[in-house]
């Protein structure tokens, strides 16, 4: 066995133990894991059961409110004493009706969440191409008054070096430019419709905003080379107040319980179909990491807190209440870790967002998981994005953890819209999840030392710079620093 770094093995194994004993505690302890998950993992059989018994898990609909429910039972059934519920009231946003005719023809179309209530909208349609701030800033006028047409991803034959821009985003610049409406492109094939958030807040947008089919965007785009077109857009949506809960499992921490490490992944989803894999796969991966735990009696050194997450698709409005309470209550400094699974599955590697005290403790402890199952390639990262619930996490500084996925490339033509249903899901790679997360959670929880700490104000700044969101974060409301 290679051996690994002392302060890794000291994060495993009992003190006072030799060398020795270490490693080959250290060995029996992930072969008992991996073994126990393999043989008993329910990650699988608990989303099949909620997709058929439930279905979508909208925030704030009844069918939310019974997945609410369905976890809060879990963690109490697997043994977990100190469940909760973590309660919010927010404006929620619901679907109503849609149409679309691009001159005079009927388009097959979905609106994008946040949407106005009520909209009728008609005016000539611009081609915006990848709908980023540079495509505006050539003709700052060229959509005042009239509806933008973007890609919702960047278009073959773009320049070299352009960073894409989120769906919510490429809206806020299209109001920001006069839009009056803004159609989105999917980039699936077979006309697969897109739906999610047009909102950088989470808030009612001005504008209407919906999602057409890649072929029916492609077509219009040559169209629009030629002559005119001029699109109706006519909805009717519902926002109202109501109340959502993040569901918390605590098992406390056996030595410094007072340090919290946070494992989440975003249990609500979309209403088009049953959101099997944006964010069943993940969330119910966090659920079944749960009870490893308990199933194997893991009692690590920091308390860890299983946190299903309400609201991220409607603007991580669950996670965003988690932290604010925690940045009220004076206890944000004791959250030393985010560990995010969101559309996460089969493992490979992980990414360590933050300033990095130790990179090699997460390379010793992907060279431990390889012990167990070569399938896991140890790929590392030091990296951050947006739009999940790791975001308010990280703004606060606290280091985050997710992993590298080895999916099906093709499930995620699927996502967010109204084929995601449970057929997509691999039990394998369900199970894997929770194998290899269980290990990273139990290491990062147990370790005598933290590879990463809180980044103060300054430093986050610079980490956010680094990653290129200081635009997306402006665009967004989220830039906590001078411009």
């Known amino acids: 066995m290679k051996k690994l770094s002392s302060l890794f093995l000291s994060a495993l194994f009992l003190t006072g133990c030799s060398e020795t004993k270490k490693e080959e505690t250290q060995a029996e302890l992930f072969a008992r894991i991996d073994t126990e998950i393999k043989q008993n993992s329910k990650g699988y059989s608990t989303l099949k059961e909620a997709t058929e018994t439930i279905g979508h898990r909208l925030t704030g609909s009844e069918n939310g409110a019974k997945a609410e429910e369905y976890t809060y039972n879990k963690f109490k059934e697997y043994g977990f004493e100190d469940v909760a519920y973590q309660t919010f009231e927010v404006e929620a946003w619901s679907r109503g009706e849609v149409s679309l005719k691009i001159n005079g023809a009927d388009v097959k179309v979905v609106t994008l969440g ?22 505006y800033t050539a003709n700052p006028d060229a959509v005042k008054g009239k509806i933008a047409l973007v890609y919702i991803n960047i278009l073959p034959n773009s320049p070299e070096g352009l960073t894409n821009l989120h769906r919510s985003e490429k809206t806020a610049l299209a109001i920001k430019y006069g839009a009056i409406g803004i159609i989105i492109i999917n980039q699936v094939d077979n006309g697969v419709l897109l739906t999610g ?10 504008i209407p905003a919906v999602c057409i089919g890649k072929e029916d965007g492609m077509a219009l785009k040559e169209t629009l080379k030629e002559s005119k077109a001029i699109a109706d857009i006519h909805m009717t ?9 993040n569901v918390i499992a605590t098992l406390p921490g056996h030595e410094i319980p007072q340090e919290e490490i946070v494992l989440g992944g975003h249990l609500d ?74 559309m996460s599955g089969n493992p ?6 933050g300033k990095l005290d130790n990179e090699q403790f997460f390379k010793d402890l992907g060279v431990a998981i390889q012990q167990q199952d070569s399938i ?12 999940s619930d790791h975001q308010p996490f990280m703004l606060e500084g606290v280091p985050i953890l ?38 990273m ?43």
Request: aromatic fraction near 8%; proline fraction near 2%.
């Open 114 to 135: 946040h949407s106005p209530i009520k909209a009728d909208v008609s005016g000539e349609i611009v081609d915006m191409g990848n709908g980023l701030e540079a495509d």
């Open 376 to 387: 896991y390639q140890n790929k590392f990262s030091n990296r951050s994005g947006l739009h």
């Open 441 to 483: 959670l139990y290491a990062l929880a147990n370790a005598d030392t933290l590879p990463a700490t809180k980044m103060d104000s300054e430093t986050t700044k610079n980490f956010m710079i680094k990653n290129n969101l200081k635009e997306k974060l402006i665009i967004g409301g989220d830039w906590k620093w001078e411009k």
């Open 269 to 342: 989803s979309w209403d088009l179909a049953t959101g099997a894999i944006d964010n069943g796969i993940g969330s119910f991966a966090v659920l079944d990491i749960a009870r490893a735990f308990k199933a194997n009696n893991l009692q690590p050194k920091r308390t860890v807190k299983f946190v299903m997450f309400m609201g991220e698709e409607q603007g991580l409005l669950g996670s965003k209440h988690m932290v604010g309470e925690a940045v009220a209550n004076n206890t944000i400094d004791n959250i030393k870790y985010m560990m995010n699974l969101d």
């Open 237 to 245: 949506n519902k926002s109202d107040m109501i109340k959502a809960r």
């Open 197 to 206: 958030t047009a909102s950088v807040t989470g808030e009612l947008i001005p």
């Open 402 to 439: 997710s992993v590298h996925s080895n999916l099906d490339r093709s499930i995620y033509g699927c996502y967010h819209s109204d084929c995601d249903d449970f057929n997509l899901v691999n039990k394998e790679h369900m199970t894997n999840t929770a194998r290899f997360g269980t290990m």
């Open 348 to 353: 490979i590697g992980m990414n360590a967002g």
